[in-house]
């Protein structure tokens, strides 16, 4: 399973592609970071966000998007450009027809470090223990976007079966009555 993990940022868009499968040895492909100027108009920051994943999708061909999912946090600034880095990253995996998963970052922690309240050097350790890095990807964002391909590696499997058993059930279960 190949995976374009995507920390969603307005002016640091964290990107990483890990191939594997769970419990087997991971593989980065390529880890980055999608700048940009924080003085730009929002809407041409948003083009070179959606610019950088797409050369990210042409290069590396993944099977999966992995975007964190966005949080409510104290400042509304930070909330909306996350927010709307989050929302391109979705839709150019979408316009392509490849599946999007959305993680929260204490999930994403506690599938990489074993703790949802893992600090970010942590995440970094972890990442590149996992993925036998020589050194922690810099900045944190690309660390986290590794992280992000990591985790959905590991729990998509569960995920897909849980789906499927639920759509079973549907299928199955007796219809309720009419009067």
């Known amino acids: 399973m190949r995976v374009l993990g995507v920390d969603p940022g307005l002016t640091r868009c964290g990107i990483g592609v890990v191939e594997g499968v769970a419990g087997r040895p991971l593989t980065m492909l390529g880890v980055g ?6 003085d730009a108009e929002p ?22 998007v992995a975007v964190e999912r966005v ?15 989050s929302a391109v990253a979705m839709l150019c995996a979408a316009r392509r027809g490849i599946p999007v998963a ?12 074993g703790s949802g309240r893992a600090d970010k050097a942590q995440v970094g350790a972890m990442v590149t223990r996992l993925l ?3 050194a922690p990807p810099k900045p944190a964002d ?13 729990r998509a499997p569960a995920q897909n079966r849980l789906q499927q058993a639920v759509a079973l059930h549907a299928a199955t279960a007796p219809k309720g009555r009419t009067a």
Not at 43 to 64: F, K, M, N, T
Not at 102 to 113: D, G, Y
Request: aromatic content about 6%.
């Open 33 to 38: 970071v999608v700048r940009t100027p924080a």
């Open 43 to 64: 809407a041409l920051r948003l083009v070179a966000v959606e610019q950088g994943i797409e050369a990210w999708l042409d290069e590396h061909r993944p099977e999966y």
């Open 71 to 85: 949080f409510s946090q104290h400042n509304v600034r930070t909330v909306m450009g996350t927010a709307q880095a």
């Open 102 to 113: 959305l993680h929260t970052p204490s999930e994403v922690k506690a599938a990489v470090t």
């Open 132 to 134: 036998r890095l020589d």
């Open 142 to 154: 690309a660390a986290d976007a590794l992280a992000l391909a990591i985790c959905h590696i590991w």
